[in-house]
Structure formats: structure tokens, C-alpha cells
């Protein structure tokens, strides 16, 4: 079956150029991609990518980018109690013992997705605003005026989806009463901090990470706290870097000479969703965030949305017209038992991480047996089941 689907991809944010450029580089498809945003760009923060995200980087071609802009962590990650007592090895590889999990900045990551896309894929200052479809085709309009037409439509547009009251009745999303204080100190203020591992610090109700990103230049830390407030969630809320540290006081003094050094830091109110039931409503289905946030506590939202985009991508590349809806559906199939599962993973990791168990040992034994879920999730790729369904769409 000859596949020249045209594709559109609403959202420019990890999931969407992602998505954009597997179905380019890996299936040969004609896709554009709007995003709201007058540029392209994130606000400093990191992000962590691991190996079951990172194989699909690499089959794109983008490994060598990874490796340039990443900052790879090794054997020397750990966890530790608020006091600084090492708790267990945190899992930095796959059950190969491949090695790819990399801190990386988001700027960095989004800049590096955004320019390995076809020449005038990606279109800015659009924000969606409609849509609708037929029989036969799927289209979108903007609120600047424009419109577009496409065999499908996939909306990668966040967590505050537009377009996903298309596929689904309207819900809100849950938040989960903490909120993250993140930000970036550059690694001259912190000479000692080492560039070279992923380590976090677990207490009563908080807990602190810090990573290395752009090749160890920069120390990405976030440090989860309760609130009682709702915030919406943002990257640009103003945090206080008092705060943050009276948040952390009386913690291992390692915590006090990274945070002493923070002069600009950002809150933002940690929020997910129920798993869906389905994402997907003939030409139109959801990627990423949009079609399932999650909480933090397994760095899995980004990695998840690349496994969606390299899913996606497989199976369409079997696909024509007529068969895309229900490519579409073999897709969603394939992606929902395991990003529910990720999503309520990630739920309990947090309330791990957070101790809610009043005996710290029963807590420290979770974290350690917990590798073994980490290399599961590193294990899977996704590529040969989409090609299972895709084969099965054929047949
Ligand atoms: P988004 O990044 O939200 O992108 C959506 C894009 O769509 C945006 O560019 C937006 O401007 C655009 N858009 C929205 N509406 C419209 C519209 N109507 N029209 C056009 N464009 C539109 N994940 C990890 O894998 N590893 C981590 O270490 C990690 N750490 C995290 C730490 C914190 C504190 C938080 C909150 C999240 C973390 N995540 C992590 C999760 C990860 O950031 C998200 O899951 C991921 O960025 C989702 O990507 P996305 O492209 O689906 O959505």
C-alpha cells in the first residue's frame, strides 16, 4: 500500500516536533506543524531523557545532537535520604546496560527537534482555535484567519488541549497538591557539583532533584514542595529563592551550595488527568500531554510522548486514506494500557518519593526494588509492536 498521508500536527512543544519529524524522517510523510507561540523556545528548566526515548532520537538520526546538547549520567546517580544518607543506585541504563539517559535543557531539546524538520514544516504564531472533518478530510483554523486541511490531524497541544474536547467530553485536570520550584545554576558557581550524575534527596512531604544539562554547563535542580494553593500550571510563575531554601533547610548541606547560588527560580503547580478511555475520533487523535498528562515523579512525560510519536509514525507509514482512521485507533490501542500505567506509576512514585510511609526503611526498600521497574520501562520499544499493528491493520 503506497503512503503519501499528509499530515498536521497542532502544538511545537517535545511530543508534537517529536511526532513531526518521525513521520517526516522515518515514514516519508508530508507533514506541517502549527504551534501558538511567536518562536519556538522553552523556558530554562531540564528535562530527563531515558533509553526507551532515546533509541527512537537515535533512529531518527538526532543521536549525535543528543550526545552534543545532553548531559549523560552515570553509575554514580543515587538516592538519598534528606540527611544526605545514600539510599540506593538510581538506574541510568537499560537491562543491555546501554547507557542513554541524558539531562538535557529544554530549550536545548525543543531548538534541536525544531531544526532537524523538512524546510517550512513548522508554521508559528498559529493558534488553533476549530475544527472540524469529513469522510474524507480533517481541517483547522487558526485565530489568526488561516485554516488548513490534512488526511489527519494530531493535537500535541498540552494538557490544556484544544482540540481535545474533539475526541472526548471535557474534563478537568487533578492536581496533586505540590508544586515544583525549578531552575538552572550555572556550574562555575558550583565548581564542585558533580556534571555526571542524577541524584535526589527524599524527605516528609518534599523532595529535591538536580541533574546536569547542556553537557554539564548548567545544574538543573527542582525541588518539590506541598502547597496549599492551586496555581495554574505554568514554567513562567515567579518563585522566591528564599523560600525555596527555608524549604530545604536543615537538608544535606549539599542542597545549601547549590541553592545558595539561585537568584531566579519558577513554581510550577503539579497537575495530571484520569487516563482516557480513548483518544481518538476518526482523522483527529491526541499525542503527548494532550492525550495523557502525568505527574513528574517517573521523568517519563516527555519520554512517553516520543514513544507516541514513534508509534504513531510506524504505523501510518502503512497507511492510506482510507485506512487512516483506523490506523489511527490501532495507535491508541497500542499506546493506552501503557501510559495509564505510567500515569498511575507515576502517581505512587510520588508519594514514595514524598514518604508517606511512617517506617523510612519500608520506603528506602521501595526505592531499591523499584530499579527493576526502571529497566522494564527502559526495555520497551515500541517500534516492533506498531509494526505488529500495523501488519494486523493489512491483513
Ligand atoms: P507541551 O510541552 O505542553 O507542548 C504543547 C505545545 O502546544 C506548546 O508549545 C503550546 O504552546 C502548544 N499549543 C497549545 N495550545 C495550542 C493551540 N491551540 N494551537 C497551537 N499550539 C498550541 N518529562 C520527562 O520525560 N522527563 C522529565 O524529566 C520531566 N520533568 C518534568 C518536570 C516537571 C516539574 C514537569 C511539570 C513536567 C516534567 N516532564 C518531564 C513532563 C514533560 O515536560 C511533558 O510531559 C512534555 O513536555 C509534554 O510535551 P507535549 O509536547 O505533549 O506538551
Not at 532515546?54 to 540527611?83: C, M, N, T
Not at 554539564?216 to 510563575?237: C, H, Q, R
Not at 539561585?262 to 482516557?276: G, K, N
Request: aromatic share 8%; with cysteine.
Amino acid at each position: 500500500m503506497q503512503s503519501r498521508l499528509d499530515v498536521i500536527v497542532v502544538g511545537g512543544g517535545i511530543g508534537g516536533l517529536f511526532a513531526a519529524n518521525a513521520l517526516a524522517a522515518a515514514s516519508g510523510l508530508r507533514v506541517r506543524i502549527y504551534e501558538q507561540a511567536p518562536a519556538i523556545g522553552e523556558i530554562g528548566a531540564g528535562v530527563f531523557l531515558t533509553p526507551n526515548s532515546v533509541r527512537h532520537l537515535k533512529r531518527i538520526g538526532l543521536e549525535p545532537a543528543v550526545q552534543k546538547w545532553g548531559a549523560r549520567v552515570g553509575g554514580d546517580s543515587r538516592y538519598f535520604r534528606e540527611d544526605g544518607t545514600p539510599i540506593a543506585p538510581v538506574q541510568v541504563t537499560d537491562s543491555s546496560g546501554w547507557n542513554a539517559t541524558f539531562g538535557m535543557h529544554r530549550a536545548d531539546l525543543v531548538q534541536m527537534l525544531a531544526d532537524a524538520l523538512p524546510v517550512g514544516a513548522l508554521h508559528v504564531g498559529h493558534r488553533c482555535t476549530g475544527f472540524e472533518q469529513d469522510a474524507g478530510k480533517a481541517r483547522v483554523s487558526f485565530a489568526n484567519g488561516a485554516s488548513a486541511e490534512a488526511d489527519i490531524v494530531i493535537a500535541a497541544d498540552g494538557i490544556h488541549s484544544e482540540l481535545r474536547r474533539h475526541v472526548f467530553a471535557s474534563s478537568e485536570p487533578v492536581f496533586s497538591g505540590s508544586v515544583a520550584y525549578r531552575g538552572l545554576v550555572p556550574h562555575h558557581r558550583v565548581p564542585d557539583w558533580p556534571t555526571d550524575r542524577w541524584q535526589m534527596w527524599l524527605g516528609k512531604g518534599r523532595h529535591f532533584l538536580a541533574f546536569p544539562v547542556r553537557a554539564g554547563e548548567l545544574i538543573n535542580y527542582v525541588g518539590f514542595v506541598p502547597t496549599d494553593e492551586e496555581m495554574k500550571e505554568s514554567w513562567t510563575a515567579p518563585g522566591d529563592p528564599d523560600v525555596l531554601r527555608q524549604t530545604f533547610a536543615g537538608w544535606d548541606p549539599r542542597i545549601h551550595e547549590l541553592l545558595k547560588e539561585v537568584q531566579l527560580t519558577f513554581r510550577w503547580a503539579l497537575y495530571d488527568r484520569e487516563p482516557l478511555p480513548s483518544w481518538t475520533r476518526q482523522r483527529l487523535s491526541l499525542l503527548g500531554d494532550a492525550a495523557h498528562p502525568m505527574l513528574p515523579h517517573l521523568g517519563q512525560g516527555a519520554n512517553q510522548s516520543i514513544e507516541d510519536g514513534m508509534a504513531l509514525a510506524t504505523i501510518l507509514a502503512r497507511a492510506d486514506r482510507a485506512s487512516a482512521p483506523q490506523a489511527l485507533l490501532a495507535y491508541e490501542r497500542l499506546r493506552r494500557d501503557r501510559v495509564a500505567q505510567v500515569q498511575r506509576g507515576a502517581r505512587e512514585n510520588g508519594l514514595r518519593y514524598d514518604s508517606v510511609h511512617s517506617d523510612l526503611g519500608v520506603r528506602d526498600a521501595e526505592i531499591t526494588a523499584h530499579a527493576a521497574f526502571r529497566r522494564r520501562l527502559y526495555d520497551h520499544d515500541v517500534v516492533p509492536y506498531a509494526q505488529a499493528a500495523a501488519a494486523a491493520l493489512l491483513a
